[in-house]
């Protein structure tokens, strides 16, 4: 289930024997308070912070960037590492955890998974909220 308030997400995993990307950054971003959004296309946009192009954006609450590589200092846990952005199977995202390790869920029924960047789909960008 996606929908939901933070708050309820913060008290509940998420409720779907089908996990997919999205909704596992969703519910774990809402651990630390932070509502990413319910698809990749809101996740990209910082739901709705950051504008819906193919741009680097930054505000003071969260930063975007573009394309396969990590930030300036590299990728720090809880940034959202994008494998596109686009509706429905166009999009997937994880959430970078360190030393080289993403994890994320597969809408193909695999659940949730922890795996080496290196090796899997080329990034096309990355979001980064500064938590509350």
Do not use: K
């Amino acid at each position: 289930d996606r929908a939901g308030s933070v708050q309820e997400m913060e008290t509940r995993g998420p409720s779907s024997s089908r996990c997919d990307g999205s909704m596992f950054v969703r519910w774990s971003m809402a651990q630390a308070g932070v509502d990413a959004g319910l698809t990749t296309v809101t996740q990209w946009t910082a739901n709705g912070l950051l504008p819906d192009e193919e741009t680097a954006a930054a505000t003071p609450a969260v930063s975007r960037g573009v394309g396969p590589d990590p930030p300036a200092g590299g990728y720090r846990p809880g940034d959202i590492i994008f494998f596109g952005h686009g509706p429905g199977g166009e999009g997937h995202d994880a959430l970078w955890l360190g030393n080289g390790q993403i994890v994320h869920c597969s809408s193909s029924g695999g659940g949730s998974n922890i795996r080496p960047l290196a090796g899997y789909v080329a990034p096309t960008g990355w979001v980064r909220w500064r938590t509350p």
